[in-house]
């Protein structure tokens, strides 16, 4: 089972700043199949970028994907107020497809 | 519009057994697989069961496996989770989850997910 180590938990900003989000995983991650959800309190959760770097649709452009193997990075350009969420990777390229932990991002 | 919406959910003792459901609508149902995940009170997303479009596979997470069954009627665009010897641990809340990738098989991330069910194993 391919492990997924989330980091910061907790990442304290402002709006307008940039945030980086980490997501490391215990293997590879065959063919780059990680996807990032965006989740608020009592929601399910919002697919924001799968295959590592694609954005879903109807996402903005200020949420970035990035990274390969077992090294991704979820980047939000400039935080508006209604990013501040939890964020969770999941990998899906290997069965059993888990996620990480979360990152809780919250407003400093 | 793609909705999916999840009932059933409720209190129950340990030991016991219930069976969520799913209903779908806004998509051609029989072509997307069809997933459980579920969120323990303040934890985080755990998957626990799948099923590909046409009903013919089925995959369970090791922890429910053997407990729980996942079925789906593309008759009626709905997704069930039968669960049996449910245990504290199963205390969650229960989203279904659409695949995002058009595909006979499960690709295993979702672009739609209902509003969840909440399950309670207590006695």
């Known amino acids: 089972e391919i492990v997924l180590t989330q980091s910061p938990g907790t990442l304290s900003l402002s709006p307008g700043e940039r945030a980086t989000l980490s997501c490391r995983a215990s293997?590879?991650?065959?063919?780059?199949?990680l996807a990032w959800y965006q989740q608020k309190p009592g929601q399910a959760p919002r697919l924001l970028i799968y295959?590592?770097?694609s954005r879903a649709t109807g996402i903005p452009d200020r949420f970035s994907g990035s990274g390969s193997e077992t090294d991704f990075t979820l980047t939000i350009s400039r935080l508006e107020p209604e990013d501040f969420a939890v964020y969770y990777c999941?990998?899906?390229?290997?069965?059993?497809?888990?996620f990480g932990q979360g990152t809780k991002l919250e407003i400093k | 519009e793609v909705q999916l919406v999840e009932s059933g959910g409720g209190l129950v003792q340990p030991g016991g057994s219930l069976r969520l459901s799913c209903a779908a609508s806004g998509f051609t149902f029989s072509n997307y697989a069809m997933t459980w995940v579920r969120q323990a009170p303040g934890k985080g997303l755990e998957w626990v069961s799948a099923i590909v479009g046409s009903g013919g596979s089925t995959y369970y997470a090791d922890s429910v496996k053997g407990r729980f069954t996942i079925s789906r009627d593309n008759s009626q665009n709905t997704v069930s989770l039968q669960m049996n010897s449910l245990r504290d641990e199963d205390t969650a809340v229960y989203y279904c989850?659409?695949?995002?990738?058009?595909?006979?098989?499960?690709?295993?991330?979702?672009?739609?997910w209902g509003q969840g069910s909440l399950v309670t194993v207590s006695s």
């Open positions: 989850a659409k695949d995002r990738q058009r595909s006979t098989g499960w690709y295993g991330y979702f672009d739609y």
């Open positions: 293997q590879s991650v065959s063919a780059s199949y």
């Open positions: 295959g590592a770097s």
């Open positions: 999941q990998q899906y390229g290997s069965s059993p497809y888990t």
